[in-house]
Structure formats: C-alpha cells, structure tokens
DNA sequence: GCGTAACCGAGACGGTACGTCCCGTCTTGAT
DNA sequence: ATCAAGACGGGACGTACCGTCTCGGTTACGC
C-alpha cells in the first residue's frame, strides 16, 4: 500500500489550486465581456484574479486559448439541439438560438475576436477547432443526418456543405458586419439550403 | 496655371513625396506576405522602405489601414465580373477565382488576417467594408440581377442574402480552416444556392 | 554651407535630453545613498526620475555603470592634492580626507557596494579602473614623486607599491569591516610605509 | 540506547541526511567554481544536487552562508603558518601561498566574490569576519608575537594595523585588479612592513 | 529670389506589456 | 521532522513597439 493506482500518473509536488484557476477564468472572462479580447492582458488578468503571472503561464502558453477557456464556461451549452421531425424547424431553430446568443452581446464579440486571434495563434487555431468547431458540427451533423433518415432529404447529400452554408453565411454578417443578423435572414437562409438539400443539390449529380 | 484646381484645397509647403509613399506600399505588403499581419510592425515596414516612422503616420491611422492598401494593391481586380448567361456558371467562376486567390497563398493568409484585425479595429472595420466588401458585392450583385432579368431566378429573391450564402460558406473555410476549400465544395455550394433561389425559396413567402 | 563642420559627427535625429539625464542620476544617487546599490533597481531610478526605463538602458548598459555616474558626481573632487613638501604629512592628509568621506557614510557604503558590483560586473570593472582607481592614483603618485624628487625617498622606490600599502590597507578595513578606520589607524599606517620607503625598502635590493 | 546523549536537546522525527548536506555542498561548490557567485542560484545548486530547495534554506539562510560553506571547504588549510625564525621570511612565505592560491584561480574569483557579496549579506558579513578572517589574523598574528618575542620588533608595534597593511595591500590587487599579484609585489610589499616596523614606526611615538 | 510651411530622415521620449528568471514560502504524499 | 517535487505570490528584469516629439535639413509654392 502506499503506492499509487497507477504507476505513472502518480503525481508528485504540491497539486494546482482549483481555486487559482477558478479565479483566473472568472477575471479573464469578466475582462473578455468588457474590454474585448484585443484589450485583455495577461498583466491585467493576473492583477484582477489576485494571482501571479506565473501561475496563468503555467496553465495557458497564450492569450488566446486562456480565453478559449473562459469563453467556453460561458458559451457551451447555450446551443441547444433540437429535433422536431422537420428540418426546416430545427435548423431555423438552432440558428436563431445562435443569433440570439451572439447579436449585439458580448459573447458575440468575444467570438468574433476569438476567431481572429486564431488567425495568427496556432495553438488557439488548433484548440478553436476542436474544442468549438467539432462538438458544434457535431451536433447539427445530427439535425441532417436525422433529415436524412426521415427521408427528407437524399442520402447522397453533403452534409458537411449544408452545415457551412447554415453557419459560415451566419458567421459572415457577424464577422464582416455590413449587415444585421435579423430573423428575416435566420428564415431565408434556412429556406435556400432546405429547398436545395431536398431537390438533391446537395449530392453528386447522377448522370 | 499654378492655381489649385479646388481653390480651398490649395496645398502649401513641401507636396509629400509619391515615392515615399510607393516604397512604404511595397514594405508593407512585402512583409505581410513573408510574415503576414501579426507579425508586421510599423517600424519594420519603415526601415524596410527606407523611410521615418512619422511618413507612415502621416498617410495612415492604424497598422490595418496601412496593411488594407497593401493588400489591395495586389487583390483587387484579380476577381473578375462573369456573364455567360447562365446563373450556376457566373456564381460558379466567380468563387472558384476568389478560391484560387486564396487557397494556401499569401493573400489568402492576408485576406483573413485582415478580417482578423478589423475585428477590433473600427477604422479598418469601416474602409474594409467600404473598399472591399462593398466593390465585391457590387459585382457579385449583378451576377444576380442578370439572372433575376434573364428570368432565372424571380424578381423577389433576396439577393443580399443569396450573396451571403454564397461567400459567407467560403470565408468560412478559409477562417476556421477545419475542411478544404475543394472544388467540389465550390461547385456544391453554387448548386444548392441555385436550386433553393430557383425554388423561390429566398424570396418572400406566398401567402 | 548646411555640411556640417566634421562631416562624420554630424548628428541625426533627436539629441538627448540633458535634463533626462540629470533626473536620472539625481534619482539613482538618491536610491544609491538611502537604500544602497542592492536594493536599487533600474524601475525605482525610473520611477523616481519620471523617465521611462528605455530612457535609462539607453544610456547605461548596466546597473553598476549607471551608479558609478551617480557616484562620480558626488565623489569627485572630494579628494584634495596636499602638497606640504613633506610625505608624512601629505599622506596623511590624502587618506585622512579619504577616511572622512567615507566612515560610517552613504558615500563609504556606495564605495564598497560599487566595488563589490565590478567582481561580477565586468563593464563596470573596466570603468571603475578607468575613472576612479586610475584618476585617484595619478594624484597620489604626485605626492610621491614629489617626494622623490625632494629626496624624501629614493628615486628608485616601487611607488605602485608604496600606493597600494596606504590606500589597500584602508580599504581593507572599508570592506571587511573587522576593525575601525580611526585617525591612529592612520598615522601609524603612514608611518610604517614612510618609514619603510624611507629605508630604500620598496626598491630593488643592491647587491 | 535510544536516550539522548544531552537530554534537552533530543530530536524527534526524522534527522537531517548528512548526505544531503555533502549534496548541496559539492553542488554549490561546482558551480561557483564554474560559474561564480553572481550567477550561482539557490534553484541551480538544488537541481544539480537533485535536492529539494527547502533542504537548502533549511540549513542556510542566504546564498552568501552555502557559498561561505562551499568555498571554505576548499579553502581552509591552504594557508599555512610559516616560522623560519625570520619575520620577513614567515610574512613572505604566508603572502606568497595566499597568492599562489589566489592569482588566476576560480578560488581568488570566488574570494572575491564572497567579500563583494558581504557588502549586501549582512550575515555572510558576519559569519566571513568570524570564520575567515578572524582565523587567518590570528595566525597571521602569531607570526608577529614570534617576532616581538625574538626582538626583532618593538613590542609596542600595532600588530593589527601591520596585518591589515600585509594583507590589505594585496587584496586590494585581487578586488581592484589595476595591477598583478606578482611575487616582486609580494617582496616589496613585505619589505617595506618589515623595515617600517623594525624602525618601530607602528609603534606610539616616545615623546 | 525669398520666405515659409509642410515635408523628410533620424532617433529620443514616455509608456505598456511582454514572457522569463529567481526568489522564499507553501502544500502535497512518502519516508 | 525531513525529503523530493513543484505550485504559489511576488518582484524585477531587459526587450519590443507603440505613437508622439524634436531635431537639422529639403522642397516647392506664393509673394
């Protein structure tokens, strides 16, 4: 006895504080929402946490995925994934619940700056896709691909298309701003894409 | 003669110098390619040209409006107006030039660091939407309306919207960079937003 | 006319502030002689001055250097040329003035603290030999040679000998701090070695 | 067995590991040999001794007291008491194997370096007039006495000021390092000591 | 043809934040 | 009570750029 469960993973030295990185992630998320990211500092989030620079490094090697992180305690589950046996129902439905979690708050643009952090952070780049880009394809892969077990659209269809079209034409008037994220869109957007995944554009052409 | 054209702008002192001007271009963009945004300073691009720091601040406010007339020096015109008459071409053979600019090059890195910095940069978040989005949607607008008086789509589709589809899906690829911008997803793309403006579905509903 | 008097001195850009530079070594003597050269840091000269620290590390490379400036202000000129045509009394007097300045004083402590910093401190070693050993013994060889020339002592006395007895002895006390550098210490410190140069014992044995 | 041998003093828990101790030493000693004082850090000794830091601060307060430890593990018995009978010989003799010791050595570096550091270590300062130089003046004193006993000087003579005068005279050398430690040095050095004392000039003058 | 106002290069300036190093203390589980 | 390990709050480091300013020197227009 006296030995550990498993060998290797033994852990040796005095543990890391729950509470450092609770504190880190509330100032860092605080600083997020109202100043931005562009004006979030390192300095300043160790100073409001009541924590040391060093204790932040050694938890985040960048700016960016710490606020991945605080961004993340916010924003997750705040997507829900409905399933209303009509597609057009479930996609206007998720997308409005995305419009409304993003248009004019902070959240949106602690999105949007996340998104263009991670264009010039590797690790953040790497962390953004499978952290918020994966779970989030991930569950409206379901919404298609349970479309396509109904039937309601061909099984030959690119699902992955449909989802860049639903979200990447949302992502577009949020990060380019030349027009707002009314419901009027959230509709015809979803209509187009509806219209064209049942007449099978979606699909390989049979020839 | 030696009256200024506009009386109330007649300019005094030494004219600021066109070659100065062409010499912090050419840095500037150099360096955006090489390194691209984040890594661009103002005072490497003023030893690069040759040149004083205050010659640089003198013409632009920020480091993005600076790196935006860089950038455009090169983008601009390298996306041409198609008119073949058919709807699914045009839209077609404009994406897949915009896709070819950008995909794996330096002005597609340029191109999505600078949304990137006009993220939390007001005055570049204004001139891109002006210099860039406006001009793009300009051209791409009439690929639109062409088809709407050809008859191919009706005369009630929303054509903003049509137009978000359509290169918000690309952006999309380029900015979370978690699939490739292949030409079967241009050609997808294109094919589901035709069959869905076809089907009236961006347009208003018919009660 | 416009070329400068010698062409490769010209200067270029923005002189440096006088001012600058006396806030900084104003503030940096003051730290130097409340807290001491270990507890003075560059950030407290900054603060202290109200210059930036760049403003500082512009001038002086290093720690030591900078307060060896700060230092020299205060302590040069402090020590005084006796010529009384006799070496007892000129010695004594010379190291008398020294034992004054420095017992039980901010300037003896800066002393020792600059000394100690050159053993580790390379740049500063080179500056302290340069501006202080080698000024400090050039006066003090005067004394000596004058002595010579009186034929006080002969002409073929080790002087670098005779100044490394009278001054290393006192120093020794400064910095090992073993016993105090009263006015008997110096007298009888003085004597020996005029005592001592007087018998031909700090020349070359003849044989 | 198992009682104390002094019974206040009986130690409970676990005892301190001599080899722990001899760890840190030979660690400490390596890299002020290598490295020297200045850049010798407590985290540095603890890693290359594969020890804990609290094992070192728990037996050392300062860095100044390990390196004092370190160095004096080396240096203590190097120094021999010479009596040939003859006082210039005996002082001779002790100045030249200090020298020896001393001159281009990471041994004089380190001697040097510990005085500089005794400057700012108010307990290194202590413990080195303790176990440094109190130890070698009273050697050094009893080549003295045995002079005075064998008349060769007057038994009035300030046996502490022709100490300081001996051995200051070449510290200063080794801390100022304007001039070398050479063995003609050494000679004249003692030479002028010796003729100033025998001529009775460390005594008080007879009236 | 002479001022003079704006330009130009150079580089100093106050300032902010960076990421690192090391300090001396503490908290763990194991001896 | 000691040990190895390593997290912790903290302080200062020296650097990189920022955007502004102050120099001496240079145009080119308008009097």
Same mark, same amino acid.
């Given at each position: ?64 995925? #710490?606020?991945?992180? /605080? ?5 997750? =589950?705040?997507? @829900? %994934?409905? *399933? ?81 079209? #639903?979200?990447?034409? /949302? ?5 380019? =701003?030349?027009? @707002? %994220?009314? *419901? ?24």
């Amino acid at each position: 006895m006296g030995a550990p469960a498993i060998p290797g993973v033994m852990k040796r030295g005095r543990p890391r504080s729950e509470q450092v990185e609770r504190a880190i992630l509330r100032a860092a998320g605080d600083l997020l929402t109202e100043h931005g990211l562009a004006a979030m500092t390192i300095e300043d989030v160790a100073a409001r946490a009541g924590v040391a620079k060093t204790s932040i490094y050694r938890r985040w090697s960048t700016k960016g995925t #710490l606020a991945l992180d /605080a961004f993340l305690a916010d924003f997750l =589950g705040s997507q @829900p %994934l409905p *399933d209303t046996g009509n597609l057009e129902n479930d996609l206007t439905a998720a997308l409005r619940a995305w419009v409304r979690t993003v248009r004019g708050t902070p959240t949106g643009r602690a999105l949007a700056e996340l998104i263009a952090q991670a264009q010039s952070d590797p690790d953040l780049a790497v962390a953004w896709r499978e952290r918020v880009v994966g779970p989030a394809r991930a569950q409206h892969r379901k919404i298609l691909e349970h479309a396509v077990a109904r039937g309601e659209i061909p099984d030959t269809s690119d699902v992955e298309v449909l989802m860049d079209l #639903l979200f990447g034409t /949302a992502y577009h008037r949020l990060l380019q =701003g030349h027009l @707002p %994220l009314t *419901d009027r869109f959230v509709r015809r957007v979803v209509a187009v894409i509806v219209a064209g995944a049942k007449a099978g554009a979606a699909a390989p052409p049979t020839p």
